[in-house]
Antibody
Framework: QVQLVQSGAEVKKPGASVKVSCKASGYSFTGYYIHWVRQAPGQGLEYMGWINPNNGDTNSAQKFQGRVTMARDTSISEVYMEVSRLTSDDTAVYFCARDSGTYSLTYWGQGTLLSVSS | SYELTQPTSLSVSPGQTASITCSGD??????CAWYQQKPGRSPVLVIY???KRPSGIPERFSGSNSGNTATLTISGTQAMDEADYYC?????????FGGGTKLTVL
């Protein structure tokens, strides 16, 4: 079965960076895009961007361009998202999700809570 | 940037039909997906490509997309359907979410 398992909760100070990982299993890792979505406390879902695990191509939503970097390691079926220059507004649960070529996010990770506080 | 608008909340009685709307400019030129999210849980896909149901999603969930409005319809709403629902517009350059609708079943 398809599984996306994310790294654990993080606490960071303003100005720092954080790297969240998402390990995929149960399918061909290079066959489907992985997307990142975040949700601030009590707020809605916010789309951040995608990575193509096959060739490493990435695309970030305009709001995150220049501050978000996505990468993958095909040898261990893992993708990563790094967010730099953190502020308190980045406090949120970060989800990775996989599409199925059906214009939607079919499978989701369990989420990674990031807290940014001085 | 592209924006989607959903009602903040909706209340229905058990057994009634719940219709949650999602509005965006020429939304029917894009595919619309719907997600259900319960407190403390990851979202679950309930409708994709406007009207298709993933396996395991009950038949009472249906979707449509016409003009500027997509609609998620839950027929015979059950207590277990109480959750937040998010629409997402999807094309090659857009993958934006609506603000979400809190569905209360009482």
């Amino acid at each position: 079965q398809v599984q996306l398992v994310q790294s654990g909760a993080e606490v960071k100070k303003p100005g720092a960076s954080v790297k969240v990982s998402c390990k995929a299993s149960g399918y061909s890792f290079t066959g489907y895009y992985i997307h990142w979505v975040r949700q601030a406390p009590g707020q809605g879902l916010e789309y951040m961007g995608w990575i193509n695990p096959n060739n490493g191509d990435t695309n970030s939503a305009q709001k995150f361009q220049g501050r978000v970097t996505m990468a993958r390691d095909t040898s261990i079926s893992e993708v990563y998202m790094e967010v730099s220059r953190l502020t308190s507004d980045d406090t949120a649960v970060y989800f990775c999700a996989r599409d199925s070529g059906t214009y939607s996010l079919t499978y989701w990770g369990q989420g990674t809570l990031l807290s940014v506080s001085s | 940037s592209y924006e989607l608008t959903q009602p903040t909340s909706l209340s229905v009685s058990p057994g009634q039909t719940a219709s949650i709307t999602c509005s965006g400019d020429k939304l029917d030129n894009k595919y619309c997906a719907w997600y259900q999210q319960k407190p403390g849980r990851s979202p679950v896909l309930v409708i994709y490509q406007d009207k298709k149901r993933p396996s395991g999603i009950p038949e009472r969930f249906s979707g449509s997309n016409s003009g500027n409005t997509a609609t998620l319809t839950i027929s015979g709403t059950q207590a277990m359907d109480e959750a937040d629902y998010y629409c997402q517009a999807w094309d090659t350059t857009t993958k934006v979410f609506g603000g979400g609708t809190k569905l209360t079943v009482l």
